[in-house]
């Protein structure tokens, strides 16, 4: 290694890292991270490769390792560009997750926020009932699903969802009159608009096949479940819908895609 290489203290390194000087100590003692060279009157030296070490234990750290795992990792890989991508890969994998979970926690207190604004004084009894629904949908949905979920919400954008949120409103509020009218769920008309109900529910489906089975067996549980509560949480936002409308208007469309054989 030639002289000119920058070199640091144990100060310098603690400093530019933001790991203390008691880790960094630590890191030594156990063999974890050690400082690659000593000054004549015994003091510590880091090197590049030192550095990178570093660099891989506060990675392997962040993605949930012991120290005894870190170590295990290190003692079986190499210090070179192959291996420094690869963990750079999970850390990447880990941090947008993070995001996507950041994202869904934003939305959630929005939603909350929302409320506030819509009241001079707050009614407890609606707080309770997000907290409810954010409790509901985590027990049925496990985290990796909901992981799936954020990012596609992520990837698709606000301005997409809120796109696909009218098309929604809409293709609902045909779908209702419809029923209403006692139209055969084979009818053209009723098949060309489940047509359409799939067509924009396509873009929401993470495309992994596995994934979209276990969303849709949870997805359907959900509405086994709690139905009546989720109808009754959105015919408080649309005027022209009753609570016990949406299970019927959902029901229809069912019915109307297992006429062509798409249906569950």
Do not use: C, N
């Not at 880990?94 to 929005?110: D, G, H, M, N, P």
């Not at 209403?180 to 359409?196: F, I, M, W």
């Not at 409308?245 to 297992?258: F, G, S, T």
Request: no cysteine; proline share 3%; glycine share 8%.
């Amino acid at each position: 290694m030639t002289a000119d290489k920058r070199r640091w203290t144990i100060g310098e390194l603690a400093k530019a890292t933001g790991v203390t000087v008691r880790t960094l100590y630590h890191y030594d003692e156990i063999g974890l991270v050690r400082a690659g060279e000593r000054t004549a009157s015994g003091h510590r030296r880091y090197t590049e490769a030192d550095l990178r070490r570093l660099y891989r234990v506060r990675a392997l750290r962040g993605l949930g390792l012991s120290l005894d795992e870190v170590a295990e990792v290190l003692s079986g890989s190499e210090d070179d560009l192959t291996t420094l991508r690869g963990l750079l890969d999970a850390q990447l994998i880990e941090i947008e997750t993070q995001a996507a979970r950041l994202t869904q926690l934003k939305e959630q207190v929005s939603g909350l926020l929302w409320l506030l604004d819509k009241s001079v004084m707050p009614d407890p009894e609606q707080f309770m009932a997000t907290l409810e629904t954010i409790s509901v949908y985590e027990t049925y949905f496990a985290q990796d699903l909901r992981d799936h979920l954020a990012r596609r919400r992520a990837e698709l954008g606000e301005e997409r969802l809120e796109g696909i949120r009218a098309e929604w409103l809409g293709l609902v509020r045909e779908i209702r009159g419809h029923m209403l009218a006692g139209t055969p769920v084979d009818d053209p008309r009723v098949q060309a608009v489940s047509l359409r109900w799939e067509a924009m529910t396509a873009p929401l489906r993470p495309g992994d096949e596995q994934v979209d089975r276990q969303l849709s067996t949870a997805g359907m549980a959900l509405w086994r479940d709690a139905g009546a509560e989720i109808s009754e949480g959105i015919s408080r936002q649309i005027e022209w819908l009753e609570a016990d409308e949406l299970p019927a208007v959902i029901d229809y469309l069912q019915r109307a895609m297992k006429a062509r054989g798409t249906g569950e």
